[in-house]
């Protein structure tokens, strides 16, 4: 099949870049044609691969904007490509585009949504809500696929979306990429024996959520000084260093920065306890499914679809530096609970959330409004 794959997101840096790059190269695994539109350059290396840069300009979280600009230009190479399938990926923009071209070719359309919050912290977070609300039930694409029943139950329906349009297909990730049995000595010589670890990139909502994970040290650093916090990732890690010094918790909290994908390996093996703190309404994380991937113990804020997407396998705690510090302090204090969330981890992840499984939902999809 003939894939046109609209996205505004793309990448190996940041959740839904790399759960784009995953599905796209198992799309290419399986032997799909398929040519890529997107801002963020991206070489996948393989014959079925082509790729249209679109220009771009300003702040990455800026460039989903400024595509529709191009449109005109996707059609043409649309018309080029001839594909069988459309599908569009991450925001209610990608869709428009996608609804141009399948207006111009007349081939249906598959428009996927990754988080629809109404808990918005920024001017810009507002704005995809807005755009996302007025648009989605007005665009023309034969389906529109969500990560959770909460997303399709709260939003879609209530918007007035048909539910035979709605498709849930839960967020997923490579399992190969993901070794649980992974070295990370080196790690812990240079941190520490006992760490916290996440793995996020430093942006707006990110920062938010991760700024009660930084409060939360405090209560761990008063009970188990021995424990340090890691909190990785690219971006601006300002505003949590205040944080860090406001709550005087400098001294077990730091801040690496960027890891390369080799690298991060060694920081997941050594993690002993994963947080995760949202203040958006959780559709899912890809910096937790990896934890889980990796087998870890994971402390979850109680956020959306939180409880429908984990299932037993975490332990679930009100989004409040106390609860989070009690709730790190509790799998600390109780190794058995702890060894129970790593194993129930791996094993939703390697249950639920492989992208074989998830393109291949999506291949039936296409095949269905093909016919």
Not at 39 to 67: C, R, S, V, W
Not at 104 to 129: D, G, Q, R, Y
Not at 140 to 158: C, G, H, P, Q
Request: charged residues 30%.
């Amino acid at each position: 099949m003939k894939i046109l794959y609209i996205t505004s997101v793309l990448g190996d840096i940041g959740g839904s870049e790399i759960y784009c790059r995953d599905v796209i190269k198992e799309m290419l695994r399986k032997g799909h044609q398929v040519l890529v539109v997107s801002t963020e350059p991206y070489d996948f290396k393989h014959k079925n691969f082509e790729f249209l840069q679109i220009p771009f300009f300003g702040h990455h979280a800026f460039h989903k904007f400024t595509m529709p600009l191009f449109y005109r230009r996707i059609v043409k190479k649309a018309k080029e490509f001839q594909p069988d399938i459309i599908q569009s990926h991450s925001n209610c923009l990608m869709g428009w585009i996608g609804d141009k071209v399948k207006q111009e070719l007349k081939i249906p359309h598959v428009l996927l949504i990754e988080m629809i919050s109404s808990e918005n912290n920024n001017l810009h977070t507002k704005t995809i809500f807005a755009l996302e609300k007025f648009l989605l039930p007005k665009l023309k694409y034969d389906k529109i696929v969500v990560w959770t029943e909460n997303m399709k139950k709260k939003f879609l329906l209530s918007w007035g979306i048909k539910e035979k349009r709605i498709e849930v297909i839960p967020a997923a990730l490579e399992k190969s990429n993901y070794n649980y049995l992974a070295d990370g000595k080196k790690v812990k010589e240079k941190f520490g024996e006992h760490l916290i670890i996440s793995i996020k990139s430093l942006w707006t909502t990110n920062v938010l959520g991760l700024q009660y994970v930084v409060k939360a040290m405090k209560y761990v650093k008063k009970k188990h000084p021995e424990y340090r916090y890691l909190c990785i990732g690219p971006g601006d890690s300002g505003e949590l260093k205040k944080t860090a010094k406001e709550y005087n918790v400098e001294d077990v909290v730091f801040f690496p920065g960027s890891v390369s994908n080799k690298e991060k390996m060694s920081y997941w093996a050594a993690t002993e306890i994963a947080p995760h703190a949202y203040v958006y309404e959780f559709s899912t994380s890809i910096s937790l499914l990896e934890f889980l991937a990796m087998g870890k113990a994971c402390v979850i804020t109680d956020v959306g679809a939180v409880r429908e997407y984990l299932k037993d396998a975490a332990l679930i705690v009100k989004l409040d530096e106390k609860a989070i510090g009690e709730g790190i302090n509790k799998l600390i204090e109780n190794p058995k609970l702890r060894k129970e969330f790593e194993r129930k981890a791996r094993k939703l992840f390697e249950e639920n959330y492989s992208i074989t499984s998830s393109v291949e939902k999506l291949e039936k999809i296409y095949s269905e409004i093909k016919n």
